[in-house]
């Protein structure tokens, strides 16, 4: 079933009133009870927004968990030692580790973000060490 905004924000707002009407029997301070609905209508739109985004999968989906798939490589030693044309192998045993060990993570599913953190460089520059390969990789397949 799809995510409906305005039924789910009915329910929240109808909810928040409630808490605020028993925290004013309470007799919490105004100040405090509009720091906390501030804070949970940002908490909800976060929320809202990932479901909106969230992909509705079939019933009889079964996702397979990335630790599940098995690469055929494992580490860029192996990566390079599988490479079968010459070509190939040729520019990228001209290129430094970080730029081959950069293309195994992309290989391997990671995102330029989660590249960044592991080997340290910004995030601009794995993508720029990207499109650089990418581009002497195009001249050779091109031709």
């Known amino acids: 079933m799809a995510y409906n905004k305005a039924s789910e924000e009915k329910k929240w707002l109808l909810w928040k009133e409630a808490e605020e009407r ?18 949970d209508w940002a908490e909800f739109n976060r929320e809202r927004q990932y479901r ?18 098995e690469l055929p490589v494992v580490n860029t030693e192996n990566l390079m030692d599988s490479i079968e ?10 290129e430094d580790k970080l730029t081959i ?36 990789l195009k001249k050779i397949f091109k031709a």
């Open 22 to 39: 028993k925290l004013r029997e309470l007799g919490v301070s105004e100040d405090t009870i509009q720091r906390l609905h501030t804070y």
């Open 52 to 69: 909106q985004r969230r992909a509705e999968w079939p019933e009889h989906f079964e996702p397979v968990s990335a630790q599940d798939i």
């Open 85 to 94: 044309n010459m070509e190939l192998l040729r520019i990228l045993t001209k």
């Open 101 to 136: 060990q950069i293309a195994f993570l992309k290989m391997s599913g990671y995102t330029g973000h989660e590249i960044a953190d592991i080997t340290g460089l910004s995030q601009k520059a794995v993508n720029l060490r990207m499109m650089r390969l990418r581009k002497k």
